[in-house]
């Protein structure tokens, strides 16, 4: 009974929640033009998270739509790159906005290690303050 307990507290722990993290940076100039590099340090091998885009404006400078590439590298050197759009939600009371788009939803990030995703948009994009990307377990999405 007792190995019975320590293998599920093991399981316990390393299924627990790993909560969010969130890594933003501020963009020179309010235009976008730039890779931006973000790294996530990941130890827990067994949990589904989401991974978002964090995007901040000035409502009436930015496009309706944001194209962009995000590429993964993973800590044993897998790269993985694809499109990805950000379609921009207009509200007119709220200034500077903030949006949370989804990218990939219940993600397993298989290997221990720092994971690196580069964020580079397909073209300038103005009124862009800032760009960050978050992992978590419970990531609120806009969109």
Avoid: Q
Wanted: negative net charge; aromatic residues 8%; glycine residues 6%.
């Amino acid at each position: 009974m007792g190995l019975v307990a320590v293998i599920v507290a093991t399981v316990m722990v390393a299924c627990g929640n790993t909560g969010r993290t969130v890594a933003v940076e501020d963009v020179e100039s309010r235009v976008w033009s730039e890779p931006m590099d973000f790294y996530y340090d990941n130890s827990d091998t067994l949990s589904l998270r989401d991974v978002s885009i964090v995007v901040r404006y000035e409502g009436k400078e930015v496009a309706d739509s944001v194209a962009m590439n995000i590429l993964t590298v993973s800590p044993d050197s897998l790269v993985y790159e694809e499109p990805f759009t950000l379609h921009i939600p207009r509200l007119a009371d709220m200034r500077p906005e903030e949006h949370t788009f989804l990218y990939r939803r219940r993600v397993l990030l298989s290997r221990p290690g720092r994971y690196l995703f580069r964020l580079t948009p397909n073209a300038p994009a103005e009124g862009v303050s800032s760009i960050g990307i978050v992992v978590g377990d419970n990531t609120k999405t806009d969109n």
